[in-house]
């Protein structure tokens, strides 16, 4: 099972997803409303004309009431959650303070992993006082521990240039540049190629707007996230046979990249605009593959509505 896309409000339809995925999701990523007030319009169609079609409101009585929608729906995720799951709850500044303690009260604050500052690349535009040009991804496991591959290559970046230059003057026999320290007598060896662990703050996955190459990318749903973001996402928490959910799906980014990682995904948003744009994207992904009497084309998303 898996591979679905739901029309409806999250807080209806994970229940019901609970019953029929009883083992849970492995990993949940959500990209609620931010608390940024009016209404988000879509750019659909070819260059992405704004058409003014409304995808959703993000509109608040202030933060209290931007709070009051998110706890029971953060609760009703931690239920569909499976025992080694995480949840990367993404966020701003307008509303990551105040969801940080919320979501230590409902997963427990020694569930809190850590957060990504997310740095989208679009660059400051405050006329005064500071631009805020980063967004923050709350971490949170359910149990005791939980799926992260910290070896995936996914999770490594390039080591500094001076760093190369200074420390790994030496090749192997294959002709591989490394490095070796030794720590506590032990000695350890890293390559250059392998490139190091990965910090907290990413800057090399730029936003939509940020960078046009992805404008390939782009469905013209608002707030849209970049794929290569949730690939990492997705690499990190998730292993090949885990079922991974977007409870708010947009675009269906999440489930785009899920799909492309052959991991099995559930996606439920309540803007039928979301819906319809994350259906197309997601059936131009599904290769059907030739029927034969005894295999069932399995990944042609069902939408229930
Ligand atoms: C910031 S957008 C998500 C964008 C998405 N990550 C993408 O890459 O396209 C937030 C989404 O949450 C959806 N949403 C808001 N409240 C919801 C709820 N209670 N249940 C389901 N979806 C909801 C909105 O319709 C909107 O599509």
Request: proline share 12%; with cysteine.
């Given at each position: 099972m898996g591979n679905e896309l739901v029309l409806g409000d999250c807080l209806v339809e994970l229940p019901k997803l609970a019953s029929r995925y009883p083992s849970g999701f492995d990993l949940v990523y959500v990209d609620p409303?931010?608390?940024?007030g009016g209404t988000r319009s879509a750019r659909e169609g070819r260059g992405h004309r704004a058409d003014g079609a409304a995808a959703y409101r993000d509109a608040w009585g202030g933060i209290d009431d931007f709070l009051a929608m998110l706890q029971p729906r953060l609760a009703a995720i931690r239920d569909v959650m499976s025992a080694r799951a995480s949840l990367w709850l993404h966020l701003d500044h307008r509303a990551v303070h105040d969801a940080k303690v919320l979501a230590d009260r409902i997963f427990g604050s020694?569930?809190?992993?850590g957060e990504v500052i997310w740095?989208?690349?679009?660059?400051g535009r405050r006329?005064?006082?500071?631009?805020?040009?980063h967004q923050t991804i709350l971490i949170y496991r359910k149990g005791k521990d939980f799926i992260y591959n910290l070896d995936s290559p996914a999770l490594r970046e390039p080591y500094a240039d001076t760093s190369l230059r200074m420390h790994f003057n030496n090749t192997d026999a294959d002709g591989r540049r490394f490095r070796e320290r030794s720590i506590n007598g032990k000695t350890y060896r890293y390559y250059?190629?392998?490139?190091?662990r990965l910090g907290s703050v990413w800057s090399d996955c730029p936003a939509m707007r940020a960078n046009t190459p992805l404008i390939d990318e782009g469905t013209g749903y608002p707030t849209q996230k970049p794929e290569s973001l949730l690939t990492r996402i997705v690499a990190a928490g998730s292993l090949e046979q885990s079922l991974v959910l977007d409870p708010m799906c947009g675009s269906g980014t999440t489930l785009a990249v899920a799909q492309k990682l052959g991991r099995r995904w559930v996606g439920v948003d309540q803007s039928p605009l979301a819906h319809r744009i994350a259906k197309k994207r997601l059936a131009k992904l599904v290769v059907e593959p030739r029927q034969?009497?005894?295999?069932?084309?399995?990944?042609?998303p069902s939408v229930r509505d």
């Open positions: 409303p931010f608390n940024a020694r569930c809190f992993e740095v989208p690349g679009n660059g006329r005064s006082g500071p631009s805020v040009t250059a190629d392998q490139g190091r034969t009497r005894r295999t069932r084309a399995p990944s042609r």
